[in-house]
């Protein structure tokens, strides 16, 4: 799991459109958000909220709190909005899997797994979106959880709309590969294969975490290079889903479909 990037260590001309884009999403939503933060279904990501947030004005003309801009993050992604906009793009992406399939040969699906097939948005909470390596995750909700922790907890939740991009792609005999930015070791993969599979994904093509090997490559090499490799088996890439834009960089793949995910970033 990617480190949370602190909004103090960035310039404030790149933290302005981000805050400015989150308050757009906020106010867009509008009585949609407000009636669906009143009723949050239980398959919801939302659901992981223990408490409810009120919106918050940001006054962008300098430097943002960044206790501010963390209260607009909660809104976001406990309101239901977060759920709605990954909802859209993940629709999308699904109706060009099922056109583009029988249009090509030996056609293939990218999938990132944090934040676009699984949810850690549990751990994220009870961290305040601060990243904790190494600690015990036995008091959740409540924090701290330690990411490494976490995922031997297998315990994450599928994003609803990409479980349903991954049986349409199956469905439609399109392959499907996982490349994920979590480190190869025995037990991290013993963990990531079961999380996977009792989140209701089942019979992939391919998973890939990141080797030592590749340390010292960017995110954006690294996936674009295992990418290649899939190409290089004969497979066309038909879509690529992350939820960094190092997860779509460098080709590859016909389509690419960024997910939201305001809660860390990695370059």
């Not at 629709?91 to 090509?104: I, L, P």
């Not at 709309?161 to 490349?179: D, E, N, P, R, W």
């Not at 989140?199 to 030592?212: M, Q």
Request: aromatic share 8%; glycine share 8%; net charge neutral.
């Amino acid at each position: 799991m990617p480190r949370i990037t602190s909004a103090l260590n960035q310039n404030f001309s790149a933290i302005a459109p981000l805050a400015r884009g989150i308050a757009r999403t906020v106010l867009a939503a509008g009585l949609l958000v407000t009636a669906y933060a009143g009723s949050v279904r239980a398959d919801t990501l939302a659901s992981a909220c223990t408490q409810s947030y009120q919106p918050q004005s940001l006054d962008v003309t300098q430097p943002i709190n960044l206790g501010q801009l963390k209260r607009q993050v909660y809104f976001y992604a406990c309101s239901g909005a977060y759920d709605s906009e990954l909802t859209t793009v993940l629709a999308d992406a699904q109706s060009y899997v099922e056109k583009r399939a029988a249009e090509v040969s030996k056609s293939a699906l990218v999938l990132d797994i944090d934040e676009t097939s699984l949810s850690n948005l549990p751990q994220e909470l009870a961290n305040d979106f601060g990243y904790i390596q190494d600690v015990p995750c036995d008091r959740l909700p409540k924090g701290p959880c330690g990411f490494d922790n976490w995922v031997l907890s297998a315990s994450a939740k599928a994003i609803p709309g990409t479980l349903s991009l991954f049986k349409a792609a199956k469905a439609h005999k399109v392959a499907v590969f996982f490349i994920t930015g979590r480190h190869e070791g025995e037990k991290l993969r013993d963990a990531t294969v079961k999380n996977l599979q009792s989140a209701g994904f089942a019979a992939w093509d391919g998973l890939v975490l990141r080797p030592a090997s590749a340390g010292n490559l960017s995110v954006a090499g690294y996936k674009s290079s295992e990418r290649e490799k899939i190409a290089a088996q004969g497979y066309s890439i038909i879509v690529n889903v992350g939820d960094q834009q190092s997860d779509l960089d460098g080709g590859y793949a016909e389509r690419a479909y960024k997910l939201p995910n305001p809660f860390y970033y990695l370059p």
